[in-house]
């Protein structure tokens, strides 16, 4: 029968897991709570575990605690080592166990309420003793800094210290309403782009070509917006309202291309899709929890009708 490694490092007086467990919650009245502890074991024990490293490992006072410079390093090290014990401890022995824990998933909020928010009903339905987090926003890059366990990124992958996963493509589209069609022409090719104003989901958008499907781009060069706004709704509003084309997500448009409130435009010459990726900071023992959510991620991207 497999035993928890807090339960084991605890029980051993290891203070690396103490010191973990008051990072984690931010002071060590609520770590102590968590553990059951008196905040001065906690206390004698960080202190021991910083005179053995020689370094100053937290900022201490009556309300939060927070890691030094030198403490955050030596925070991700040790998290990083715990969560591959687990993640080995699962593996072999995951026919004994349920699935428990903490699972933090990074995404921006559009992709988190379409796609995560049905992923997450359907782990707490398998594994309901599971605790999940979901952290919405845009600045999903930091893996470490935010102790996420794995985070969902659009498009091509830059070079980087993570791993990850493919998980599936969404389709996309150009699109404009009728009104700003009419006011600005309807392009009949992907050289007429040029001659129009683009809806951006940010700068950094314009800095990208646009991919057909048959393999051609057009240069990110000739891209003209005069906005960009970093919300799908916001988006799809500005659209609609006529402020320009639009190069996003067909989910987001279905029902307006379908009544005709939105125009496709190219429609002989279809964009590349978004390449959709986990990303997470360890591969060679990844978290049974972890592997649970990509798997079940992908089998939802593949089977949706986007």
């Known amino acids: 029968m497999q035993v928890s490694i807090v339960y084991i490092a605890i029980s051993m007086n290891i203070p690396e897991t103490y010191f973990l467990h008051v990072v984690d919650a931010g002071s060590f009245k609520k770590a102590a709570e968590n553990l059951h502890v ?80 049905p992923v997450i009903l359907n782990m707490k339905k398998q594994a309901p003793e599971l605790s999940i987090e979901m952290i919405l926003g845009s600045d999903v890059d930091n893996l470490s800094e935010k102790n996420l366990d794995v985070a969902i990124r659009m498009g091509a992958m830059p070079s980087s210290n993570l791993y990850a996963k493919s998980v599936g493509d969404l389709p996309r589209v150009l699109v404009a309403s009728p009104d700003y069609l009419k006011k600005n022409g309807v392009p009949k090719a992907p050289s007429d782009l040029a001659d129009h104003n683009f809806v951006l989901y940010s700068a950094l958008q314009a800095q990208r070509d646009i991919e057909f499907q048959d393999g051609t781009k057009f240069p990110h060069s000739k ?12 988006i799809y509003e500005l659209v609609k309202g006529g402020a320009g084309i639009n190069w ?47 798997e079940l991620l992908s089998k939802s991207i593949k089977l949706g009708e986007y």
Do not use: C
């Open 38 to 117: 008196e905040p001065s074991t906690l206390s004698r024990k960080i202190a021991a575990l910083e005179l053995r490293v020689k370094a100053k490992l937290l900022h201490r006072s009556t309300s939060k605690t927070h890691p030094t410079e030198v403490g955050l390093l030596y925070y991700h090290g040790l998290r990083q080592i715990s969560n591959e014990q687990i993640a080995l401890e699962e593996d072999i022995f995951r026919n004994n166990n349920k699935i428990k824990g903490n699972l933090r998933i990074g995404a921006t909020v559009d992709f988190g309420e379409k796609f995560i928010i």
């Open 223 to 234: 891209i003209t917006s005069d906005i960009a706004v970093n919300s799908i709704r916001s």
């Open 248 to 294: 996003g997500p067909t989910w987001l448009y279905r029902d307006s291309l379908a009544n005709g409130t939105l125009i496709k435009i190219l429609p002989s010459t279809p964009v590349k899709g978004f390449s959709l990726h986990a990303v997470y900071t360890t591969k060679k023992y990844l978290p049974f929890k972890t592997k649970m959510f990509i």
